[in-house]
């Protein structure tokens, strides 16, 4: 069954999809990480405006909490990572973020150009997360990645502009860190992909063990179609290890395995930023992917499939 945009935008704020398999007519979402980390400066307004214009159809956000308890934009710990500033978000007031460059080290994408780093002169500040949902508008769904240690205060301030902006259902939330599964869990109206933990343990059981625990209940799930993983086997007289740097877990079998009990379990393929990539993971039967250039995904494209 194919699925208009609109009508999988809103499947993915539900959390509730149609069977997808590996034969789908439809299209896997085009999910802007962290609004197009390789089209404009992370997480700002301006990589927003550019994701939606290259029609993106869901954005993936990192969150932080200034000084001052307010949510805003930004993924790494340092400031010094992306900025013209130094020290922790945590560190600064939100107005005080705001006078910050989170453009200060984006490259420019032509070696050749004499301005190496053209925002220095453009400068984009580090938004607050309300800015960005106000930009927004509800037009696409979007995804939170919380990029703290678990902290309660930082769902508790998200949750606080939810409710004012009436958009829980407009946004999932994500984290590497599975202990803010309890915390976003004392806020029902939060939607919230499965633990990384949990996924991650039942990709591992199909590939290394051929045995399937699929998720219980309607869920969207994310993990990398390639990610580098160390295997250690303990013997009686120390240890061996091995390292597979491109580890692919997401295959028929496992895909097979989530969608079991539920078809409504959402599957997100992240690190998907090749046509052949992209190709790959709408044949897996996934729901969206997560991409770095939504410019360069715009220009994707699918034969028609019989199902």
């Not at 990480?33 to 956000?61: F, K, M, S, V």
């Not at 130094?86 to 705001?98: F, H, K």
């Not at 190496?116 to 979007?142: F, K």
């Not at 599975?178 to 949990?198: C, I, N, V, Y």
Request: glycine share 4%; hydrophobic share 45%.
């Amino acid at each position: 069954m194919k699925l208009h945009t609109h009508l999988l935008a809103a499947a993915l704020a539900a959390a509730v999809l149609p069977a997808a398999t590996a034969c789908a007519s439809s299209r896997p979402l085009i999910v802007a990480h962290r609004a197009g980390t390789a089209d404009y400066p992370e997480n700002t307004l301006l990589a927003i405006r550019g994701a939606l214009a290259n029609r993106a159809q869901a954005l993936w956000l990192s969150v932080q909490l200034s000084a001052d308890g307010v949510p805003v934009l930004y993924r790494p710990q340092d400031l010094a990572t992306l900025t013209d500033a130094r020290g922790l978000v945590s560190q600064y007031t939100a107005a005080q973020l705001a006078g910050f460059n989170a453009g200060y080290l984006f490259p420019n994408p032509d070696p050749a150009a004499p301005n190496p780093y053209p925002y220095r002169d453009r400068p984009q500040p580090l938004p607050s997360l309300d800015s960005a949902l106000q930009l927004i508008a509800g037009r696409v769904p979007v995804m939170l990645d919380l990029k703290t240690a678990p902290d309660q205060r930082l769902v508790d301030a998200v949750a606080v502009l939810l409710e004012r902006r009436q958009a829980w259902n407009n946004v999932q939330f994500y984290s590497t860190e599975s202990g803010f599964d309890p915390m976003l869990a004392r806020h029902p109206k939060a939607r919230r992909f499965e633990t990384r933990d949990a996924t991650r343990g039942r990709l591992l059981q199909v590939a290394l063990e051929q045995r399937c625990e699929p998720p219980a209940a309607p869920v969207w799930t994310a993990f990398e179609l390639r990610r580098r993983l160390e295997v250690e086997e303990t013997f009686t007289l120390g240890v061996g290890a091995t390292t597979i740097p491109a580890a692919t877990l997401w295959t028929p079998q496992s895909v097979a395995c989530f969608r079991e009990r539920s078809a409504a379990v959402g599957i997100l393929v992240i690190g998907v930023n090749s046509s052949d990539d992209y190709r790959r993971a709408a044949m897996l039967g996934a729901d969206a992917v997560l991409v770095d250039s939504p410019a360069a995904a715009r220009r994707w494209s699918l034969p028609a499939r019989r199902p």
